[in-house]
């Protein structure tokens, strides 16, 4: 399986092999001054859009690797022993006691009101 890079720069050599059909067939009517027929105008159609195709599919593989690199370097440069937040609040309501559900606070409490 190609890497990235590879698949990146070989999808830049076909578009830049269709960019050179483009050129030839522009280069050939301006040669001859004329404008491009019908049928080389169909190819040229066809040829950008195989070169937009590419330059598409380049675009989507740099931003795959650009986003795999910092997830890698993110991945890498992280404590080896991550404590969620919700691991604390899960142990912070299960070990703490109901002070305030206590009979003794609720007397006391109540105490406190009448004096």
């Not at 960019?19 to 190819?43: F, I, P, T």
């Not at 195709?53 to 593989?61: F, G, I, N, P, V």
Request: no cysteine; aromatic share 6%.
């Amino acid at each position: 399986m190609s890497t990235p890079l590879h698949t990146q720069n070989e999808l830049m050599v076909k578009r830049s092999g269709l960019v050179e059909q483009l050129r030839e067939l522009v280069n050939r009517a301006k040669g001859e001054s004329r404008d491009l027929h019908s049928d080389e105008k169909e190819q040229y159609d066809r040829i950008m859009v195989d070169v937009t195709s590419l330059k598409e599919q380049a675009d989507r593989e740099f931003k795959l690797a650009e986003l795999e690199t910092e997830l890698t370097s993110a991945t890498r440069s992280a404590p080896k022993t991550q404590t969620h937040v919700s691991d604390l609040l899960y142990t912070l309501k299960n070990t703490q006691s109901d002070v305030l559900g206590t009979p003794e606070y609720r007397m006391a409490f109540s105490n406190f009101l009448r004096t």
